[in-house]
């Protein structure tokens, strides 16, 4: 009897074992069905997208508008039209960051394009919101470099309380490598404007160099993030570390050819994340790592233009690495330039393709 009873006993082990390892753990949550909504349409090249501490979407466009959209209804207000934007090409009003503590230092912080032909420039500038109302604008940094391709500028705010701007080579691809040039950078600003005392190069903004046309621009767990276009191969994913080079023009994506393991091994480059060939033109970034859709947890969501899709990039632990990429909404929505989340996990895309853009917001059934 006593044997029959054990025996009994061990089966009812194993099967609890078994159905145990075939559930998921208490840590771990089933995947979400992601659904598609288009909250407004008939814009025209959204560029920027900030999720406000107001519930509104903040949003920039090309030709000069700064607007704010309700998600709850998409109506969108017209908060302020920057006059003196140009827009050539890819350049005109682009990338925007909120001050962390809006409520109370309600600046917002944008960078735009100007002028015309060789005084083509770009200027990051602060405003102050007021009643409803941009005001008092004060610039923070001017003559940047700009050109009708490759101006970069993506803005971010980091916990420290500084201000990243990334610049494109402008068409000049040379001054990548060109330390006391403003193209081809990802720069380091107080919120004032002044220099911080902790950049790599004294009284220079620079923070990293050698970038082609970075367009995307995150920080995570303590680790900058930017996505870049390549020229006709090597789109990259780069972790950004202080006063490293990036290789351009010299290098295009890993130091993989001869003359570019040299020059990589003289000018401390660093090698991207990832890489796309064919390229994609990666452009918005974010991180995401929320439990409302669990499967994107401790990834890099990035949007792409001529890859019409949006990519998640899972990472590992330490945030060093990609372990595994998957695509969505691949060619559904046409080129994707901006993506921005809420702080319940609801993420929001804006299209580019220049006739009647979207801002979308993907949600879990």
């Not at 050539?88 to 735009?112: C, I, K």
């Not at 295009?252 to 390229?279: H, I, R, S, Y």
């Amino acid at each position: 009897m006593k044997t029959i009873f054990t025996s009994i006993f061990i089966l009812f082990f194993l099967s609890a074992c078994e159905k145990s390892k075939n559930n998921d753990s208490p840590d771990t949550l089933p995947d979400a069905d992601i659904k598609t909504e288009v909250l407004t349409q008939s814009l025209k090249f959204p560029w920027e997208m900030i999720y406000g501490p107001d519930n509104f979407i903040w949003f920039t466009e090309r030709a000069g508008k700064i607007s704010r959209l309700n998600p709850l209804n998409g109506v969108i207000t017209l908060v302020h039209t920057i006059t003196e934007v140009t827009s050539q090409g890819e350049g005109g009003l682009l990338g925007m960051a909120l001050h962390p503590q809006f409520n109370t230092n309600p600046y917002l912080y944008v960078v735009y394009d100007y002028g015309s032909g060789n005084s083509y420039k770009g200027k990051v500038v602060r405003f102050t919101f007021n009643n409803g109302v941009l005001g008092a604008p004060l610039v923070l940094l001017d003559q940047i470099p700009a050109a009708s391709i490759h101006n970069g500028s993506r803005l971010l705010i980091t916990p420290d309380l500084k201000l990243l701007v990334t610049t494109g080579d402008a068409s000049a691809a040379p001054q990548a490598q060109n330390t006391n040039s403003l193209s081809g950078k990802i720069l380091r600003l107080n919120l004032d404007g002044s220099i911080p005392s902790d950049n790599p190069l004294p009284n220079n903004p620079l923070w990293s160099y050698g970038h082609r046309n970075p367009q995307g621009l995150v920080m995570a767990n303590n680790k900058l993030y930017s996505s870049e276009h390549g020229p006709d191969n090597d789109d990259e994913i780069n972790l950004i570390q202080k006063g490293r080079n990036y290789g351009w023009p010299n290098v295009e994506g890993l130091c993989d050819q001869a003359d570019e393991k040299t020059f990589c091994a003289l000018n401390n480059v660093a090698e991207p994340m990832m890489t796309w060939t064919p390229t994609i033109a990666p452009s918005g970034l974010t991180y995401y790592n929320s439990d409302y859709i669990p499967q994107w947890k401790n990834s890099l969501l990035v949007v792409a233009l001529k890859g019409s899709r949006l990519l998640q990039l899972k990472l590992d632990e330490s945030g060093t690495k990609i372990t595994s990429t998957k695509d969505f909404l691949q060619n559904q929505f046409g080129r994707l330039r901006a993506i921005c989340q809420s702080p319940d996990g609801k993420v929001y895309i804006g299209t580019s393709n220049g006739t009647n853009d979207q801002i979308i917001e993907i949600s879990a059934r």
